[in-house]
């Protein structure tokens, strides 16, 4: 965890919301000086802040909507941080809980050392890591409606099919295969939803290639050196990082992308694991899905996970393998090195 800790006349902790925001400003001795709820106008939030420019810095906790406000300081050159909403807890732990209440304990927390760190992503690349989120959820939904029709062949006791409804052949296949209209129909659901992501996808991932420019080539084609590796997961991982140059340590990036467990302790005794959801959550898919395609059809990968599996079981070994791939990609994107399968396997 890291935390905010420079010095300043001034601190600003606003309690964020969609519509409204509530402004604390305090002094470095803690004295309350502006204390007011407003709207989410730039205008507003200007007014406010204008005696103090230049001599404070504005904290906010990590919630949808704090673009504005960093883009905001950005263009008038007031500091910001943005605050990881699930270690924030000193403004929730009170008795009393309202915006006021809030704003003023992210002041106090900046003002005293404590505010802890989330990245703020730089506003260039925002838009198109969103993107590439978004294209994520619309494969997952999709991949629910093919669910679906496979256990309603299952739950009618057909026979098993093999089809791949990515294709609209495969769909024509299944537009006909029940004997009861209403069961039919529920199908017919399935496959034109489908039709449609399906389309939105390759339009999606077409955009995706022309914005992605924007990023650094060499990068995306090291990651893509890497067997298995796509141009949608290269991107991916690339956009999720940022500025690889960020993480101090390989350490760093491998808890940032939840592919460590953290042991938790007290007084010499062992209660498991603890804050395996703080992290990157599309990174951590990012790299287990690199372990699967990295094994796809390569026999020296398969005989390293078979080696692994001597030790452990088969999802801690594929866990094992995409910790080791993670901590790979760090390396090649530090070194600006393509990827070495056999340095890799013999370690």
Not at 98 to 104: A, Q
Not at 240 to 257: L, M
Not at 326 to 332: A, E, I, T
């Amino acid at each position: 965890m890291n935390f905010y800790t420079n010095t300043h006349p001034y601190y600003c902790g606003i309690d964020l919301h969609a519509r409204l925001l509530y402004v604390c400003v305090i002094d470095d001795k803690s004295e309350v000086l502006v204390h007011k709820k407003v709207k989410d106008s730039p205008e507003e939030l200007l007014a406010l802040l204008t005696p103090y420019l230049g001599n404070i810095v504005v904290g906010v906790e990590c919630m949808h909507c704090w673009y504005w406000v960093s883009d905001f300081c950005r263009q008038h050159n007031i500091d910001f941080v943005l605050g990881h909403a699930l270690y924030m807890k000193a403004i929730h732990g009170g008795k009393t809980k309202n915006d006021k209440i809030d704003s003023f304990k992210i002041a106090k927390l900046l003002r005293g050392g404590n505010f802890p760190l989330a990245y703020n992503y730089p506003n260039e690349l925002r838009a198109t890591r969103d993107l590439l989120r978004r294209r994520t959820k619309l494969v997952r939904f999709g991949a629910d409606l093919k669910a679906h029709v496979s256990n309603t062949v299952s739950q009618y006791n057909y026979p098993a099919h093999s089809l791949n409804l990515r294709y609209p052949k495969s769909r024509e296949k299944m537009s006909n295969v029940f004997d009861d209209i209403s069961v039919q129909r529920n199908i017919d659901i399935d496959l034109n939803i489908v039709a449609h992501i399906e389309t939105e996808l390759r339009q999606v991932e077409g955009f995706i290639e022309k914005q992605a420019k924007q990023h650094n080539a060499r990068d995306f084609y090291l990651l893509k050196s890497i067997a298995g590796v796509g141009q949608i997961l290269a991107l991916t991982i690339l956009y999720e990082i940022g500025d690889i140059n960020r993480f101090e340590s390989v350490q760093n990036f491998a808890s940032y992308s939840r592919l460590v467990k953290c042991k938790a302790e007290s007084a010499g005794k062992a209660y498991g694991t603890q804050g395996n959801k703080i992290g990157n959550a599309h990174l951590k898919w990012a790299f287990s899905e690199m372990a699967v395609l990295y094994l796809r059809g390569n026999d020296k990968a398969r005989a390293y996970l078979n080696k692994l599996q001597k030790r452990m079981s088969k999802a801690k070994a594929l866990s094992a393998l995409a910790h080791k791939l993670g901590r790979c990609v760090y390396f090649m994107l530090k070194r600006q090195k393509a990827f070495d399968e056999k340095r890799f396997l013999a370690g």
